[in-house]
């Protein structure tokens, strides 16, 4: 089974601090979420391969990029049945509804879905690298430096250590419940859930059971003492990780200004917008696509200043 | 130092009190085992050792405990956390972080350690246990007894002054058990460390503690050290699982035989008997024969290989007939697991062929294999979803196709063999774990298999259920099933099976009937046959397995 659970594979993808990580994030999330415009959307997603390259999850991403694919053929689809805009008709329903007036299937309704799902494409991908590379520790740690509650915090990262005995347990379960004459794929829906019940009640009742104990062990070890609590790993700020915050700051910089500017617009309703790209536009895009692809090198820099 | 005055406690919604009148005084640096039926209140003395109990368990509590100078009733359990140390049965169920060193960091954070000082404990409780490799591994790839020994580090790591241990190996396997009891004894001896152990297997750790404490229904009924704690019988009278070397003293003192100690390891034991052995050892014994049905389980070049690329069975053939009461071993990751999930169809061949009563088990279902071949699992937790007893056990009849009048006199039928009738409107997951297993027994045998499947059912089990549970199966076989044991317990198997099947990375390494398998072997003789290895230059057979032949042969 591929996992797809953090890993420590020491690549410099790895190893970057997760401040930067976090800012990389929100830096792809806010651009994908400010352009329209299909072409600037695709150049966002293949700006995170080189990332899944040098971190060696390949596998492991190329399997949930295959979840993912799921979602988007549902974006296309839906999108093209919702939609009613759009001047070039493919189909059109022989049917009215009230208000909604005919419905139809046009060309620019599904082009506009591709456009949408190239844009959850990039998003997920990102997410994915984030979540194979950045240690849930990590994570948590630099989540309480932005001061979120570390009790919140501290039960998310529990509810992720379990994940592993979790799957244990289904597994087994699905076992007994099989040895005693259970047939998961006969009969209609209803039957279906009754015997998927047999799994999840030993299932529900066995990690309450787990619940108790685990809270006995985290009191017996002093959790909820009133003093404040320290933290044994930090999150170092080297001059390197502040330098690469401030290059994604301006990589953010540069995508909101040239949204202000209208640039990475695109429009598919009533018909397909031009890909006109002027000047001034496609020298920004140039230099934003640059500053997206400086990441790889940047985590490669960083690598050598720490082992140096 | 612990003290306890007049300590009574009763768990809030239940009648009856759980702890009744405890007085008792346990010195610095002592080395004490808890044990006793299950029920009988040893976890629930631990609990009020470090406040968990009343603070974290409510329920009326009256007394005093006092451990290290500390009221425990006017001190919550976080204020005790550096005086006493709780490590806990499951080790799943006691670890909060992602990798070994977070781990042992997490208790000194939350006491507000400066980050050198949690630097410091973290690498000397990683060499105290020997554990440093594991520092930066994630705790869900570790086995159950480095999890045990991550576990005993983290508590190490807050410097206690007395260590106490709820069962600690009884989720382990032999390795695991051996490795951790052993730390233990490290944490008494080298450290000074006062340790309170609860465990079943006293023949493990019966030597190295100072005292032995027997609870049952809530009182300490015996105190004292391990020879004058055993020297009396009645203690075996109350479910208390006797070492079978002691077990056989005891019996001989009884027929008069003049012994005047109780030995608690093999070495003791040959010196005490050696002289009895020498005058009396020279009976053979009758030869157990039993007749063998016709062959039920056929399996022919069986290779599994799981879909990650582990060749777990390589090259397996087996015959197992009907009537027979077959123990598979080895350790773990040997492949009896993989084995025996061939039997009932839940793995299907890779190669080679497995006929069970003459079906090819790749052309059954496994729900047409349960007709068949019954299964329990280790934890009956896993079996239980029903709201009650009844509907449980019918659950599985349903699944089989059985209508009606028919499910309903066979459910009687086993809630009457099981002494569950009294239970059969009740949720099952309220009941006891003695009354949960029979369930779960039932619930499998409902269908009436003919082969019969249990995956370490003995683990952690206390001595009484286990008697209970071995004579049911020795019954069931008599009536001309097949019993299949997966077990790491040597005892049980010695006293219980007819045949052994060692497995060893997916090879069967022996196959023979238990007296050949066990007998002559060094750790995985049982105790008795180690014993009686040093007797054979007498005529003192070799192949000795229990006490009960044991003693056979010299009275």
Known sequence: MISFRYQDKGTAIHKLNPFCKLAWICGVLVLALLFDNPLYLLALFVSTLPLVWAARVGKEWASIMKLSLYLCLLVIVINALVSNQGSHVLYQFPFHIPIWGTPKITLEAILCGIGNAVRLTAIISAFAILTLTLHPDNLMLAMIKMKLPYKSVLVTSLATRFVPTLIDDIGTITDVQQSRGLELNKGGLRQKIRGRMTIIIPLLSNSLDRTFQVAEAMESRAFGNGAKRTFYNRIGMSAVDIAILAFLFLLLAMGISMSLLGQGEYSYYPTLGGMNIGLLEGLMLSILALLLFMMLPLAYLKRRIDLD | ?555
């Not at chain 2, 058990?177 to 465990?199: H, P």
């Not at chain 2, 027997?214 to 391990?226: C, F, P, Q, T």
């Not at chain 2, 005892?491 to 990375?505: M, N, Y």
Request: proline share 4%; hydrophobic share 40%; charged share 25%.
């Open chain 2, 1 to 555: 130092m612990i003290r306890m005055d007049s300590l009574t406690f009763c768990y809030s919604g239940a009648s009856i009190p759980a702890l009744k009148d405890i007085n008792l005084e346990i010195g610095d640096g002592e080395f004490v085992l808890v044990t006793g039926p299950s029920g009988g209140g040893k976890s629930t003395l631990c609990r009020c050792l470090n406040g968990l109990i009343p603070h974290f368990h409510g329920g009326r509590i009256t007394g005093r405990v006092e451990v290290g100078g500390l009221d425990v009733i006017k001190h919550p359990t976080k204020e005790l956390a550096t005086t006493v140390g709780m490590v806990f049965q499951d080790p799943e169920n006691q670890l909060v972080a992602m990798d070994v060193e977070r781990e042992i960091a997490f208790g000194l954070e939350n006491l507000a350690f400066p980050r050198d000082v949690i630097a410091k404990r973290i690498e000397e409780s990683l060499d105290t246990l020997g554990i440093s490799s594991l520092r930066y591994r994630p705790l869900h790839e570790l086995s159950g007894g480095e999890k045990q020994k991550v576990a005993i580090a983290s508590i190490l790591a807050l410097h206690p002054d007395i260590v106490v241990l709820d069962e600690p190996t009884s989720e382990l396997d032999p390795k695991g058990a051996e490795e951790v009891l052993s730390i233990v004894e490290r944490l008494n001896d080298e450290l000074g460390i006062t340790v309170v152990l609860i465990e079943h297997r006293l023949d493990r750790v019966i030597h190295l503690v100072d005292r032995v404490i027997v609870m049952h229904e809530g009182r300490a009924i015996a105190d004292g050290g391990a020879r004058d704690i055993f020297d009396n019988g009645e203690i075996a009278d109350i479910g208390v699982g006797i070492p079978p070397i002691i077990k056989l003293v005891q019996k001989l003192k009884q027929k008069g035989v003049s012994l005047d100690n109780i030995p608690l390891t093999v070495k003791e034991g040959r010196v005490m008997l050696e002289k009895v052995f020498r005058e009396r050892g020279r009976k053979t014994l009758p030869q157990d024969e039993r007749v063998k049905g016709k062959p039920i389980i056929e399996i022919e070049n069986l290779w599994h290989v799981y879909p990650q690329g582990l060749t777990a069975l390589k090259n397996v053939s087996l015959r197992i007939c009907e009537g027979e009461f077959v123990a598979i071993m080895g350790r773990n990751a040997s492949g009896k697991s993989t084995l025996v999930k061939h039997v009932n169809g839940l793995l299907k061949p890779t190669k080679g062929r497995v006929r069970v009563a003459g079906i090819d088990t790749r052309e059954a279902t496994i729900a047409e294999m349960a007709q068949r071949v019954g299964y329990v699992f280790q934890n009956p937790n896993d079996h239980l979803f029903a709201d009650t007893v009844q509907e449980e056990v019918a659950f599985t009849l349903k699944n089989l196709g059985y209508r009606g009048r028919e499910i309903a006199s066979r459910v009687d039928e086993m809630l009457e063999r099981f002494n569950l009738k009294e239970y059969s409107r009740q949720y099952p997951r309220s009941l006891s774990g003695g009354e949960r297993q029979r369930v779960a027994l039932a619930s499998v045998l409902v269908a009436h298999p003919q082969v019969l499947i249990l995956d370490e059912p003995t683990r952690g089990m206390e001595y009484r259920l286990k008697s209970e549970l071995m004579q049911f199966l020795e019954e069931y076989r008599d009536r001309g099933n097949t019993v299949i044991l997966v077990t790491h317990d040597v005892e049980t198997v010695a006293e219980h099976a007819d045949r052994v099947i060692l497995l060893g990375e997916g090879r069967v390494v022996v196959d023979g009937s238990k007296r050949d398998v066990l007998s002559q072997a060094l750790l995985f003789s049982p105790q008795v046959n180690r014993l009686v290895q040093a007797f054979e230059k007498y005529g003192v057979p070799g192949d000795i397995l229990t006490a009960d032949e044991a003693l056979d042969l010299l009275i």
